[in-house]
């Protein structure tokens, strides 16, 4: 491009991204901002909602822009002559501006009543006005970058055009964009974004958190006479054991006239040992040493991304049992559960297979009479790898395994991706929902949604605990084309019944949800603080045990967890 024809070119290409919206892609546009405001699974706050209305709206434009610009050129290569569509323009833009009013008539309320079905304070209507403001910047910059994406391969396609067919040309014009487009996202974008993502993570991951001190008990890792370095153990791994519950502790909370010893808690982590089969080594070593295997229960937790264990849960299982249990887990990772869930998922299977065979292969050369009994536990992504030590061929041989090797399993708060759990529900009794789906008799494995339903469970095997409002159990890419699981059926009682599938924008929605999830009140979404006694007496609970005993437990437990926070 020489100097006198610059000029000429930006005021072109100036001209290209003025281009007056594309009728098709204003309809779309409107049609998906109108859906965007539908409620899903959770409340959304200001900035989310702007974020997925200003994103869906882009979209919905792109797809309708495209349709109309694929229509044109079908009827000019037909010599037809353009359509007239400026009456049409007109009663658009006007349908446009109504339904953003209507919007904000109805945005508010649909979301204050969603918020009252899962315990949150109500929000002022005010604030879709902060949705509308943040919303058209962000579509705005989504229509700036996609308007330069489409220059860009016109720009190409003419190029092309002079020595190529218009028909080889295209092809070679999608082939470019395509290779580009994954090449940036790759190398560019995701590649530098992971890199940082792991370095930072990885200095939070030597750390350790305020007011957890090394402990002094020799059943605890990290403590006296331990096989496993207290340096070692990372972040998540020192907070478990330095947190292990301390017998006095154990005396306020268990029930009149239990005795108390002092819990087992081992941990392994990352930097414990080279790979997953020699960290799952290590923790079998640690539980020889600190007699786990003498404990009336033993719980084989696989850990969330971070290598985290929920410590109400921990507490809870040994509050229950006075102390009588051993919980081992080890650490796969140390990137947040969403995260390892996009980039190193079969990692987390990986070590929840390898902890769970190492410690069988130990506990089954046990006397039967005198082994402890054997329950394997996963919250969020530690169910998904806490299950993959059971998936077989079926979901019925899959629990067939379960029911063969352990004396229970308690997942909590599953994935959508989980290799059994999944199956199990598209497989469920007829008339059941899938937010509590019915598996068989009933007598094997049963799907809970609250606190009070644990309370009816008795010695289940198997046992998931899953809110219906719960994002993680439910997302998936499938969503963007097809009606998602958790639409099938009656709504769970604390999803909407306004909420409804369309394409893409469904996705969309959820994905915003996972944000939410992990802040959501106690008893809904990805929250299930307020259901961990009842849990773990559905499971590991010791002879004798009645529902008044939890529920005792369970306030002993709350007042103290309330005091700790």
């Known amino acids: 491009m020489t100097a006198t024809t610059a000029p000429g070119e930006i005021l072109r290409l100036r001209d290209r991204l003025r281009h007056r919206p594309r009728l098709g892609g204003l309809v779309v546009a409107v049609v998906f901002f109108w859906e965007s405001l539908s409620p899903t699974l959770l409340p959304r706050s200001i900035p989310v909602q702007a974020l997925l209305t200003g994103g869906c709206t882009a979209v919905g434009y792109a797809l309708g822009a495209s349709v109309s610009v694929a229509v044109g050129w079908f009827r000019a290569s037909r010599g037809a002559a353009p359509w007239n569509t400026r009456n049409l323009r007109r009663v658009a833009w006007g ?3 109504a339904v953003v009013v209507v919007g904000g008539l109805v945005w508010g309320r649909w979301q204050n009543d969603q918020r009252s079905l899962v315990s949150m304070p109500e929000m002022a ?4 006005l902060g949705v509308l403001a943040l919303g058209a910047v962000i579509g705005g910059v989504f229509l700036l970058v996609g308007r330069l994406v489409g220059q860009g391969l016109v720009a190409l396609d003419r190029l092309l055009r002079r020595r190529l067919s218009p028909a080889l040309a295209f092809v070679v014009t999608v082939v ?3 290779v580009v487009a ?3 996202t790759r190398d560019v ?16 991951d030597d750390s350790t958190e305020p007011g957890v001190e090394r402990p002094t008990s020799p059943l605890v890792s990290g403590g006296p006479g331990s096989l496993v370095p207290w340096e070692t153990l990372g972040e998540q791994g020192r907070t478990f054991t330095g947190g292990t519950t301390t017998p006095a502790e154990l005396r306020t909370l268990v029930r009149a006239g239990t005795p108390v010893v002092p819990p087992i808690r081992v941990y392994v982590g990352l930097k414990s040992a080279d790979d997953a089969r020699a960290r799952a080594a290590l923790a079998v070593a640690e539980l020889d040493r600190t007699d786990a295997w003498d404990r009336d229960v033993l719980v084989v937790g696989t850990t969330t991304g971070t290598g985290w264990i929920n410590p109400r849960s921990a507490r809870s299982v040994e509050a229950i049992n006075g102390g009588d249990t051993a919980f081992v887990a080890m650490q796969y990772s140390y990137l947040p559960s969403w995260i390892s869930f996009l980039v190193d998922k079969d990692v987390a299977a990986e ?7 190492a410690v069988y292969r130990k506990w089954t050369t046990l006397p039967p009479a005198t082994r402890p009994r054997l329950v394997v536990f996963g919250e969020s992504l530690g169910s998904f790898g806490s299950e993959h030590a059971f998936n077989r061929a079926t ?3 899959s629990v067939d395994t379960v029911t063969r090797e352990v004396d229970a399993a308690l997942w909590v708060g599953p994935t959508y991706s989980n290799p059994i759990r999944t199956p199990l529900i598209e497989a469920r009794d007829p008339g059941s929902p899938t937010w509590r789906p019915r598996i068989g008799d009933g007598g094997t494995v049963v799907f809970t949604n609250t606190a009070g339903e644990l309370l009816g469970v008795d010695a289940q095997t198997v046992v998931y605990q899953q809110h219906p409002s719960d994002p993680v159990g439910w997302w998936d890419w499938s969503a963007m084309w097809s009606r998602p699981l958790w639409l099938q059926g009656p709504r769970g009682y604390d999803v909407p019944e306004r909420a409804h599938w369309f394409p893409f924008v469904t996705w969309a929605q959820t994905s915003t949800d996972l944000i939410a999830g992990f802040a959501a009140a106690a008893g809904h979404g990805h929250n299930y603080d307020d259901a961990w006694p009842q849990a773990w007496a559905a499971v ?3 002879d004798g045990w009645t529902t008044a005993d939890t529920r005792a437990v369970a306030r002993r437990l709350a007042d103290f967890s309330a005091a700790q926070d």
Do not use: W
Request: aromatic share 12%; glycine share 8%; hydrophobic share 55%.
């Open 351 to 357: 070590a929840g297979e390898a902890l769970f065979s």
């Open 176 to 178: 470019v964009f395509a």
């Open 95 to 97: 349908v446009a501006v």
């Open 540 to 542: 590991a609970a010791p």
């Open 125 to 128: 209507p005010a604030g879709y």
């Open 189 to 204: 974008v995701l590649r530098p974004l992971f890199d940082q993502v792991n370095a930072a993570y990885g200095t939070v």
């Open 182 to 184: 994954v090449t940036v």
């Open 395 to 397: 979901s019925s041989s």
